[in-house]
């Protein structure tokens, strides 16, 4: 692929996104009214494809950040040093574990959380922490199984490639978890209980760049079903999260696969990745639980922090 063209496609992307999202941010409120699915007076939609999506929509993050640590895992194995070599294996592979149990733990939770019943979660999350972490060994064990069948040619690679995953997760949920904080803008499903409970007082629709400072639910709002999350709509934790397996389109640079091939490759990998996290995107507005913009920046956000990652980590092997 010549240069001008990567220049003209890369603008061309790059300039689509920020059309729909300055379209977003004039018309958030009525995208919202016309694709959310709620039930008068609940807090939680009741929409089945939604909320499928909810229950699932972290996956990603856990199981390319479980693909990374088995690579990592590998990797360390050939360290020289034993005392070097023994730490950062077990880090690597607990670090894996972690990952897996997070993302059955918080799963489990979303299951009680849509059942209504999320105390009786919180009363035995310990033993789901428990046996999901059993779970979680028995699949990092089988996710290393299958690492080690990668040709060990490409082993440098994806050790870079690794390193770039975990920076893109930290990157993109560092921010995204961050900002939600700050800003503080109400959820849509949170104004839609308000005013069908008549508290139209405490509706407070937002722009997405509207600062509105660290807001927490009052004890009115949480005896009408409103969650503690009512204020976190900006950035999309669940986009983010969901985002992150854009990582796999830049996989392609780091096992030195041939101009052509790769370029190929890349383009089926983008075009896939974008359509998943298009679908995400549109579920977290069918639930009521964000805002056109809100899904935008934070898919946006995590495909720059992929980028920026992949850079950085790119640096780092070729200083080695």
């Given amino acids: 692929m010549s240069k001008r063209l990567k220049i003209v496609l890369t603008v061309s992307v790059v300039g689509v996104f920020f059309v729909a999202f300055i379209l977003a941010t004039f ?32 996956w990603p993050m856990y ?20 005392a070097l070599r023994i730490f950062l294996t077990c880090l690597s592979f607990c670090a ?18 849509q059942a209504g019943n999320l105390s009786g979660f919180e009363s035995v999350s310990g033993y789901y922490t428990l046996g999901w972490t059993v779970f979680a060994f028995a699949l990092m064990a089988i996710t290393l199984f299958f690492t080690f069948k990668i040709p060990e040619k490409y082993l440098g690679g994806l050790v870079a490639f690794s390193v770039a995953v975990l920076f893109t997760i930290a990157l993109s949920q560092g921010v995204v978890q961050g900002v939600k904080v700050f800003m503080g803008r109400q959820r849509f499903r949170t104004m839609q209980v308000l005013e069908y409970n008549g508290f139209e007082s405490l509706v407070n629709y937002t722009p997405w ?14 005896a009408i079903g409103i969650a503690s999350d ?3 709509s900006f950035p999309s934790g669940h986009t983010c999260s969901w985002a992150v397996i854009f990582a796999l389109t830049v996989l392609p640079d780091f096992l030195g696969v041939p101009e052509k091939k790769r370029v190929k490759i890349k383009g089926v990998l983008i075009a896939l990745t974008t359509a998943s996290v298009a679908l995400i995107a549109y579920t977290r507005i069918r639930v009521g ?13 995590t495909y720059l922090s992929v980028i920026i990652s992949a850079f950085i980590a790119k640096k780092i092997v070729k200083q080695k």
């Fill in 27 to 58: 018309y958030d409120y009525q995208i919202s009214q016309a694709i959310a699915r709620l039930t008068d007076g609940k807090y939680l939609s009741e929409d089945k494809f939604g909320n499928f999506f909810e229950i699932i929509g972290e």
């Fill in 63 to 82: 199981l390319v950040g479980g693909f990374a640590a088995a690579n990592l895992t590998r990797g360390s194995l050939k360290i020289k040093n034993l």
């Fill in 96 to 113: 894996g574990v972690f990952a897996y149990t997070l993302m059955t733990t918080r799963s489990t939770e979303y299951i009680y959380e």
């Fill in 209 to 222: 760049y509207q600062i509105n400072g660290a807001k927490k639910v009052t004890e009115e709002m949480l």
């Fill in 230 to 232: 009512g204020y976190k």
């Fill in 289 to 301: 639980a964000h805002f056109a913009t809100d899904v935008l920046f934070a898919g946006g956000w």
